[in-house]
């Protein structure tokens, strides 16, 4: 079941992210690799930004999460993870789809250049990598992250909302 995730979630959803989050230990720049990969601080920073958790709940569960910010006159998927054991059994991609339903305006995704398992995913929902040139220019006008993952980044656009591609 997706459902908005509440307050009381919080600790959940900052074990589901650190635990998913292992996947990139070993492929993003080691400098860039931190433990846990998102502190509790960094997770109420997040939310106090205006970044809002859909949760996909199984049997009382909470196993996976996606977050959705609205910043100017765009969507941004925020923070896309499953729990381990429970990956590649469609619940991301449910999720991605549930979001992108909700979603306004132009809709951008930013990951890290060398996850190209999540890259992947995003592309076969529909979304695009937009040209490095474009990606600093969206990553300025959008995020707010260190120099260092710009470089390392990439953003995906939906080239039209509120369709999905699977």
Known sequence: MIRPCSEAEIPCIETIIN???HAYN????????HEPYMSRVELLA?????????????????IGVIGIQKVRDATLIRHAYVRSGHQNRGIGSL???????QSSGQL?????????????????HGFRLVPTEEKDRLVSTYWKISQRQRETSVVLRMPTSNTVNS
Not at 95 to 101: G, K, T
């Open 19 to 21: 635990e998913a989050a």
């Open 26 to 33: 070993g492929v993003i720049p080691a400098d860039c690799w």
């Open 46 to 62: 997040e939310i106090t930004a205006g970044v809002h958790f859909l949760g996909w709940e199984d049997s009382g569960a909470l």
């Open 95 to 101: 999720l991605l789809a549930s979001l992108i339903r």
């Open 108 to 124: 951008l995704v930013g990951t890290w250049a060398a996850a190209e398992w999540a890259i992947r995913f995003y592309q076969r």
